[in-house]
Structure formats: C-alpha cells, structure tokens
C-alpha cells in the first residue's frame, strides 16, 4: 500500500519552515524602508497589523537573517539609542525577500483562489 503523500505545510516541519519564511520576509520588508533596532521593527509590526503582531520574538530571526547574511549590523542613525542593536538589509537580503514576497504570493494565491469557491450565501459576514 502506497505511503500518503503530504504537502510540505501539512507536515510540522513544514508548517515551522512556513512560519519562519513569513517572519524573515516581514522582517526584511520592515528593514527595506530603513534602519531598525529590534523593539523598533516590533512596534512597527504592531502599528502595521493592529497588535496582531506586536508580540512576535524577533531575536530568532534577527540572528538567523544575520547568520545567512540577508541583513547586517548597521551604525547607530542619528538620534538612535548607542545602547541598541541597528539591523540594515544587505542586497542579498534584497533578493531573498524578492523570492519571499513571490513564493508568499503564490501561496496566498492558491489560498484565495479556493476561498473564492465557497458559495456567496455559505461566506460569513465581516
């Protein structure tokens, strides 16, 4: 009897791996406007998404973006606090993030294109 095969999101690894490509690729997109510290990429977040985000552990991502280098430690911007921690996005981060927002909207894609077959009287109201 054939194994069942399982798409990589239904899989716990799989699941993890997609967690953790949104998260480096929203904290790319933050870093693709400017310089940040981590509580400022976090109230960032939380301003972006209404709180929905505003809790999220940054120091995983930071230190693995860092490490594969996709962002690197930048000087202190006028007016910043010296005590902190300053993240910039190198090119290569630039052109991860480019595969992440279009491997994301591919997914999302997918996602909305099922979504729209449920029928209008079956849809809840927003």
């Known amino acids: 009897m ?3 095969l399982h798409h990589i999101y239904e899989t716990k690894k799989g699941r ?3 967690r953790m490509q949104t998260l480096d690729m929203l904290v790319l ?3 693709s406007s400017s310089t940040m510290c981590a509580p400022e990429l976090l109230a ?7 709180n929905a985000l505003a809790y999220v552990k940054l120091q995983t991502p ?3 973006l ?5 962002i690197c430690r930048a000087k202190t911007p006028p007016g910043g606090m010296a005590a902190r921690v300053y993240f910039a996005i190198t090119p290569d981060g630039w052109r991860y993030l480019g595969y992440l927002t279009t491997e994301f909207r591919r997914f ?3 996602v909305e294109s099922i979504l729209e077959q ?5 849809r809840r109201a927003e």
């Open 2 to 4: 054939p194994r069942k």
């Open 44 to 50: 960032r977040m939380g301003e972006l998404t209404d």
């Open 29 to 31: 997109a933050l870093l």
């Open 62 to 64: 930071l230190s693995r």
């Open 16 to 18: 993890e791996i997609l």
């Open 118 to 122: 449920i029928p209008p009287q079956q």
């Open 66 to 70: 860092e490490r594969q280098g996709y």
């Open 108 to 110: 999302t894609g997918a």
